[in-house]
């Protein structure tokens, strides 16, 4: 049991063990609720996609099915896995998985979608088993808090404390459903391009364009 801000997380250790059902096809599901999901943060908590086994969702078969990266075993070996086998990187894409190092009692590691980009420090998630347990939460925050913006740690929104957990968790780093050395599509290339310069670009007041970043280094 670890105290969470003034939350309790309970189970994360069990969170993302290997689903025994295979998925046959390495398309992803394309996102089709209905239900508005602008606003930033909370999300939404969302009923089991079709095609999924009856029975609590756990991470592994869901990132799959959403990202169409079709990759076995408990999260933590994702990462080691994708290598030679799809490209991999440290910059979000719509669609990559975001895998999470095993890390205090999550002892199996996490893996999340990325279902959009909002700016260099923010995307939302898609996934499972996090911190409802067993249930889909979908567009949901993270944050790089990491000082050089590199994704390699993020704090998660924990719907029980409506707001992000206090956890910095380890990223290793995300898996692209595409393979390696494949140059992005011209949509993401662009997009990177876009955050590059946002990051760069002043505000005009005289503050750090990374705002983030200056507050973890002090200098904000």
């Not at 295979?22 to 089709?32: C, G, H, K, N, Q």
């Not at 310069?197 to 505000?203: D, I, K, L, P, V």
């Amino acid at each position: 049991m670890r105290v969470q801000g003034n939350a309790i997380v309970l189970g994360l250790a069990a969170m993302c063990a290997a689903a025994s059902i295979p998925t046959a096809s390495a398309r992803a599901v394309p996102d089709t609720d209905a239900r508005d999901d602008s606003a930033v943060g909370a999300g939404f908590i969302s009923s089991k996609p079709p095609g999924h086994p009856a029975g609590d969702l756990e991470c592994v078969p869901y990132a799959r099915t959403t990202s169409g990266i079709q990759l076995y075993g408990d999260a933590w070996t994702w990462w080691t896995q994708a290598q030679g086998r799809y490209a991999t990187g440290t910059s979000p894409r719509v669609g990559a998985v975001m895998a999470i190092k095993p890390f205090n009692n999550s002892r199996l590691g996490h893996v999340a979608t990325v279902s959009r980009i909002i700016d260099s420090r923010t995307v939302l998630l898609s996934h499972a088993n996090w911190s409802v347990p067993g249930q889909v939460e979908r567009n949901v925050t993270a944050l790089d808090v990491s000082p050089a913006n590199d994704w390699s740690r993020v704090r998660i929104w924990y719907a029980p404390a409506r707001g992000l957990g206090t956890t910095h968790w380890p990223v290793a780093g995300f898996i692209y459903n595409s393979k390696p050395g494949s140059r992005p599509e011209a949509r993401e290339r662009a997009e990177t391009a876009r955050l590059a310069t946002a990051a760069r670009a002043s505000n005009g007041k005289g503050r750090r364009s990374d705002p983030i970043g200056a507050i973890i280094a002090g200098a904000y």
